[in-house]
């Protein structure tokens, strides 16, 4: 049985998330909606209102009695900004807690210029410009472990560097780290609204080279040694020098067997290919090898999208969102 502090944190998650769809309700309504009982409600309701997660937005007229109290989720009780590393640019958008951008921007890197120094100058900035500002989620193109960046092709400034703790301390806000394929497939599992049993292997071919993830059941696989899906660390791979301005006229076998050995390793339901001339013109040729290769079964889905960016920005959101209900928990 579950202690009374585990109950009052349940019943308050419920209520969270009631509110967290974006509607308005009053007390009666949310003890309808939720199940609880209106003295639970109640009394939680006004904890919310004292701390300012919930604001008063009006009044429901009643037909006996005393009108009714209109409730919602405060927008901006909790804010969390987005980064987005690729190239010499850096992109950013801030949140609200319902996960509305706010605000957004680009910052053009110098070649010349201290990178670390301008993510925590840009994190600075916008503690200063949002109060309530509480955390921050960046994607990087480089292989990261969560915190330190592994190995970067891009960004060899950074490597070795635990550039999640040292953001955290000169920034005194939470964070999340994590490499763009991860958090882009992430964000197409969401987009789909794929189911919790859902296996994705997604393939980029971005400004770092060739790229690649797996996802089940809407969480990365990330190994061991946080390598997974690292295809360019393979030496026959990086040799073919494929990236977003160059690649050849043929399909590679070395890329080739590489999404096959993916495809038979993994079993999975869907392989995304993010658009790009390169996988257009190949298509075809990487969907007749997989029908070869699981002849007899049904073969994983091949798709095509062109939403990699959208993926990479909702993956990032719901970081983000993930990021604050942590902290809203811990209250």
Not at 52 to 61: C, P, S
Not at 255 to 264: D, E, K, N, R, S
């Amino acid at each position: 049985m579950a202690d009374a502090a585990t109950l009052k944190q349940l019943n308050l998650q419920k209520i969270r998330n009631a509110f967290l769809e974006g509607e308005p309700f009053s007390k009666t309504e949310l003890a309808e909606k939720t199940g609880l009982s209106f003295p639970t409600v109640g009394k939680i309701i006004d904890e919310m209102v004292n701390s300012h997660q919930l604001q008063i937005v009006g009044m429901w007229n009643s037909s006996g009695g005393r009108c009714s109290r209109i409730y919602q989720y405060n927008p901006d009780f909790r804010n969390a900004i987005a980064l987005i590393l690729e190239g010499p640019r850096l992109d950013w958008f801030v949140l609200d807690s319902l996960g509305m951008t706010k605000n957004q921007g680009r910052i053009e890197i110098e070649s010349d210029s201290d990178l670390f120094d301008t993510l925590a100058g840009l994190l600075l900035q916008a503690r200063r410009q949002e109060p309530s500002l509480c955390g921050f989620c960046l994607g990087i193109a480089a292989n990261t472990n969560g915190e330190t960046v592994q190995q970067s092709f891009e960004y060899p400034q950074l490597k070795g560097i635990n550039l999640l703790k040292e953001l955290e301390c000169v920034s005194g806000l939470k964070g999340s780290l994590g490499n763009d394929m991860w958090i882009s497939a992430e964000g197409c599992w969401q987009r789909c609204r794929m189911n919790d049993q859902t296996t994705l292997i997604s393939f980029y071919l971005g400004s770092c080279g060739f790229g690649s993830s797996f996802v089940i059941g809407g969480k990365t696989l990330k190994g061991a040694h946080q390598v997974a899906g690292e295809i360019e660390l393979l030496p026959w791979i990086r040799k073919e020098g494929l990236n977003m301005n160059a690649w050849p006229e043929t399909l590679p076998k070395a890329i080739l067997h590489c999404i096959l050995t993916y495809a038979i390793i993994t079993d999975p339901d869907f392989i995304q290919l993010y658009t790009h001339p390169f996988f257009i013109q190949h298509f075809d040729e990487i969907q007749t090898q997989l029908n070869t290769c699981f002849t007899g079964v049904q073969p994983p889905v091949l798709l095509l999208s062109d939403d990699f960016r959208a993926d990479y920005e909702i993956g990032l959101s719901r970081r983000a969102m993930q990021l604050m209900n942590a902290m809203e928990s811990s209250l």
